[in-house]
């Protein structure tokens, strides 16, 4: 979609095909029937409350405004507001859903809605990565994250998502068990291929045991981390192979998938529901004692926390990040690592999704303390710790000149963070931030390298 001009909608940027908007063609009043589905308790249980409550509280104090990275980042221009976004639902839902504004109208807020204005808020739900910064700061818990969500979820109903997340995501996910449309075939050929090279280059004899039943550990990657970020899965299975514990992957057997991204999460519940329903599956037929999510931020929060909301069977189900895993294994000396072994300076991005929404803040800190020599902390971190832009779906969306969004909001930020700290090296625990990351660092020319925390702690082990 590069070479088509697309015209503007909202902004100079375009995330939504023509093709997928479809500009010319009326939508108003589908949108408006979805928008009164949202606001059905009993058609969306998952966010109905939150929802109305950030529809009905804000009070204009520009907090969250401050804290939006793509708001400051731009200059500060007033569409990209956190505010001006949800206010565009907002006099929406006061014209059409509120008897106020059906009497009152302007007075109150309320304003008729325009084909223009659907097609506008469509493009402008995705110039948020739904990194809920402003949801932190937010003095009566406003909610502009979850308001963008719930838009994206609108979208949906009346058949417009971004080709990536959907029909090259979890319609990907559904038919072929990852959304890299990998068979089982050249999955356990990645595997065997890792295999040599750890026995190649490190003289280490491994096993990586598929498909096991009631193992302890249960590790599900994003599928595209077999293609993109091998290295890290190479590093992931020299720790648990010198952990000595019982693990295991699995194939994306019929009815299943070892691809543990959920992009239904950034767009549609019934997309949410589908995929979950494929991990359940997983966790049914392997019996595992604790599931482990890989290093992917927003299939922590599907699997650790909504998936108990969604599914009765998974309220049993032990769900834990690979980096509280790899915490433990340090900390009860099952593996033994040099910090000497990474000399480098190294700084960590907080991923949006493992803590602002996972609370995984002390223990990322504590593995690269313990294999890294000069750990440096990049400012702000923790719970405001700055999205890198990638969240949301955005780091697989290229369309446009979508590329230049990414890097010239949230990568600008990020990019200067990183200058600061006079790193080398970036370590990351996120799949969608290794691929904003790798963009930026060659966006912005950045003298760094980024790396997995699987390859630093894999790097810094000693074997007795």
């Not at 059905?40 to 907090?63: A, G, I, Q, R």
Request: charged letters at 30%; hydrophobic letters at 40%.
């Amino acid at each position: 979609m590069a070479e088509e001009k697309m015209r503007r909608v909202f902004d100079e940027f375009r995330a939504l095909s023509d093709e997928i908007l479809k500009p010319d063609e009326p939508k108003k009043e589908k949108f408006i029937q979805a928008f009164k589905k949202m606001l059905d308790k009993e058609e969306n249980w998952t966010f109905w409350l939150p929802l109305l409550t950030s529809l009905d509280l804000c009070v204009k104090c520009n907090t969250c405004a401050e804290a939006c990275p793509f708001y400051t980042a731009s200059g500060k221009k007033p569409i990209y507001h956190p505010v001006y976004r949800s206010d565009m639902l907002r006099r929406i839902y006061k014209k059409y859903f509120t008897l106020s504004g059906k009497i009152f109208g302007g007075l109150v807020g309320a304003r008729d809605v325009t084909e223009e204005d659907i097609n506008a808020l469509a493009e402008s739900a995705y110039r948020c990565s739904v990194c809920r910064r402003c949801a932190y700061v937010c003095p009566i818990g406003v909610d502009n994250g979850l308001i963008t969500r719930e838009v994206r979820k609108m979208l949906y109903e009346i058949g417009i998502a971004p080709d990536e997340i959907y029909l090259k995501g979890t319609l990907y996910q559904k038919e072929f068990g990852n959304a890299t449309k990998t068979p089982a075939e050249a999955f356990l050929n990645t595997l065997d291929f890792i295999k040599e090279d750890l026995e190649d280059e490190k003289g280490i004899e491994v096993e990586i045991p598929v498909d096991k039943v009631g193992a302890d550990y249960l590790i599900i990657n994003n599928a595209g981390d077999y293609f993109a970020f091998l290295d890290t899965i190479i590093g992931q299975v020299e720790v648990l192979n010198a952990a000595g514990i019982d693990w295991t992957y699995n194939t994306p057997f019929k009815n299943g998938t070892n691809d543990v991204v959920n992009y239904g999460l950034f767009f549609s519940d019934k997309e949410l529901v589908d995929i979950g329903k494929l991990h359940l599956e997983v966790v049914k037929k392997l019996k595992p004692k604790t599931v482990v999510v890989g290093e992917c931020g927003h299939a922590y929060e599907a699997m650790k926390f909504l998936y108990k909301d969604i599914f009765p069977e998974w309220k049993n189900v032990r769900v834990i990040s690979i980096i509280e895993l790899f915490d433990e294994l340090i900390r009860t000396g099952k593996i033994k690592v040099d910090p000497e072994k990474n000399p480098q300076p190294v700084t960590y991005h907080d991923p949006c999704k493992l803590g602002r929404l996972g609370g995984l803040y002390e223990e990322p800190r504590r593995i690269l303390k313990a294999v890294c020599k000069d750990f440096r902390e990049m400012q702000p971190n923790r719970e405001m710790s700055v999205c890198c832009g990638g969240g949301g779906g955005f780091a697989i969306m290229h369309k446009d000149d979508f590329m230049t969004f990414r890097m010239e909001t949230y990568g600008k930020i990020k990019a200067n963070q990183i200058k600061e700290t006079g790193a080398e090296v970036l370590a990351l625990a996120c799949s969608n931030c290794k691929g904003q990351f790798r963009e930026i660092i060659n966006w912005h020319k950045l003298d760094v390298e980024w790396k997995g925390i699987a390859e630093l702690v894999a790097n810094a082990l000693v074997y007795e």
